[in-house]
């Protein structure tokens, strides 16, 4: 029996560490990044093994099958371990009921059982704490990955959102633009400009707002039921190897089994799990890379679809169009002022330069121009609406029809004005570059240490599990082989007393007839 077990032993052994020349085959993303290079080309087993070369997308499935397959060491190992624990239970089963006739009889241990039960059960212990151990060690990190990566997720879709606020900041000023210039003398083309354009940003602020909704519910939503379902077969983990070696000890057969049966899936699970949490290592790994591509070109990057910072671009010949407008219109209402009063004094500052590229220059204004927000208060003081008989006391007469045109050219463009430093930090994507900022200098590093601390914690635990499952199984074998051998050993278990009770009574009639 000896020998049977030492080639299981070398087996498992041997696949240990076929599985980590595997996880050393892959490469390495911290220096990747350093070196700018794609880490994303892996084999997709969704198109045979080829390799997928479509980069960071993810709103594509091939990017999401090539890499969960880096993980592909944890599934096998886990897979193996199942069907071993299949095949052996299948043998179990078997040989029991094949032995289960046999006649049983009282059999004296052999003297060195003592001895090797003691080292067995200090052997056990060890691995239990080791798995203890173990465990705490990947609860821990586990939780502080989650944390982490909810964080990051946080980030970027409240990025997205304060897009789309901006956005619809600037429309809720152009209509509101466009209802002030309603019942004035303003052309008519100025209003359906207006219009349109808060239209085409209201689309672009809802495509922005809707994928990032979707990805963020994608994304939340799987590390939501990993952590979750981690969390419970870790803790579970926890009570059953105690359970396991408090039963082992007091010899309680049957819940033995059943105890050496649940570790044994537990471990299957740890090794699945190992080869998820390495996965999300991967996926860590490429998220900061391409955040990292994102600083050097926000415009053709693969987190256009969860920011579209391309989608954005276009909308900025929106803006030039909007900046020229403001301009004009300036220039229109000091012409007009002129008109009013031929020699007027006062001028407005107009916020942006000339053509073509209309910069916006809101304190480059000389202490004799007026700010267009002060123009309406200004008016009231200075002016005098619809003088009876053209009578003005100590103002400047205008007729009502000119006053409101002049308010509400100045109030619309200073309502534009309030939402255009935001408008054009966003075209710029300069508040997703500072967000993403964050991200790299705060949370990058600390996120893939501790991905890396779990799925390298799993791998600790799982090795200790199996050796633990099999220094158990191999003390249960052990036990029933002896039960079994020339008639059985004598029964010290309590389940073993009940099974060999009534045998024993026969043999005792049979003996005295």
């Not at 004035?184 to 809707?210: C, G, K």
């Not at 890379?289 to 926000?298: I, K, R």
């Not at 004598?490 to 060999?500: C, G, I, N, T, W």
């Amino acid at each position: 029996m000896g020998g049977k077990w030492s080639r299981i032993w070398f087996i498992m052994i041997l696949l240990l560490i076929t599985s980590f020349s595997h996880i050393q085959g892959q490469p390495n993303t911290t220096t990747t990044q350093t070196e700018g290079q794609d880490d994303t080309v892996r084999p997709d087993p969704l198109e045979n093994l080829k390799k997928y070369r479509g980069g960071y997308d993810v709103t594509n499935v091939h990017y999401w099958s090539s890499t969960a397959y880096t993980g592909i060491a944890g599934y096998v190992l886990g897979a193996l371990w199942l069907l071993c624990g299949v095949v052996f239970g299948t043998f179990i089963a078997v040989t029991t009921c094949c032995k289960t006739n046999k006649k049983l009889k009282r059999h004296k241990k052999p003297t060195f059982h003592k001895q090797y039960y003691l080292w067995h059960i200090l052997l056990a212990a060890f691995f239990t704490l080791l798995a203890l151990v173990g465990t705490s060690l990947v609860l821990g990190g586990n939780a502080k990955f989650h944390s982490r990566a909810d964080k990051i997720i946080d980030i970027i879709i409240d990025t997205a959102d304060d897009a789309s606020t901006t956005i619809y900041n600037t429309t809720g000023a152009m209509n509101m633009t466009r209802a002030n210039l309603q019942g004035t003398n303003v052309d008519a083309s100025t209003t359906r400009f207006l219009e349109s354009t808060s239209r085409q940003l209201d689309s672009t602020a809802d495509d922005i707002q809707r994928q990032a909704r979707k990805n963020r519910h994608k994304i939340d939503l799987g590390l939501r039921i990993l952590y979750i379902v981690s969390t419970v077969i870790f803790a579970l983990n926890l009570v059953a190897v105690i359970a396991l070696t408090a039963v082992g000890v007091v010899k309680v057969r049957r819940v033995l089994h059943i105890l050496i049966v649940l570790c044994w899936l537990i471990t299957v699970l740890c090794w699945v799990f190992f080869g998820a949490y390495f996965f999300l290592s991967r996926f860590a790994g490429d998220t900061c890379t391409a955040l990292e591509g994102f600083q050097q070109d926000p415009y053709n990057n693969s987190l256009s679809s969860i920011l579209p910072c391309d989608q954005l671009l276009s909308a900025e010949s929106v803006l030039n169009d909007v900046s020229a407008g403001v301009y004009n219109l300036v220039n229109e209402v000091n012409a007009n002022m002129s008109r009013i009063q031929q020699d007027s004094s006062f001028g407005l500052c107009n916020p942006f330069s000339g053509p073509p590229e209309y910069n916006y220059q809101p304190n480059n204004c000389s202490e004799d121009e007026i700010r267009i927000g002060d123009i309406p208060e200004l008016l009231k003081l200075i002016t005098c609406v619809d003088p009876v008989d053209g009578i003005c006391n100590g103002g400047i007469p205008v007729s009502g029809n000119d006053f409101r045109t002049v308010v509400a050219y100045t109030s619309s463009i200073q309502i534009l004005l309030n939402t255009y430093p935001g408008m054009e930090s966003l075209l710029q994507c300069q508040t997703v570059k500072d967000a993403f900022s964050e991200i790299i200098e705060n949370h990058c590093t600390p996120v893939k240490r501790d991905v890396k601390i779990v799925w390298a914690g799993l791998v600790f635990l799982s090795i200790v599990m199996v050796f633990l499952v099999l220094t158990w199984t191999v003390e249960s074998y052990y036990e029933r082989n002896h039960r079994f051998s020339d008639g059985s050993v004598k029964p010290h278990h309590a389940d073993d007393m009940f099974e060999l009770g009534k045998p024993e009574e026969k043999e005792s009639v049979n003996s005295n007839q």
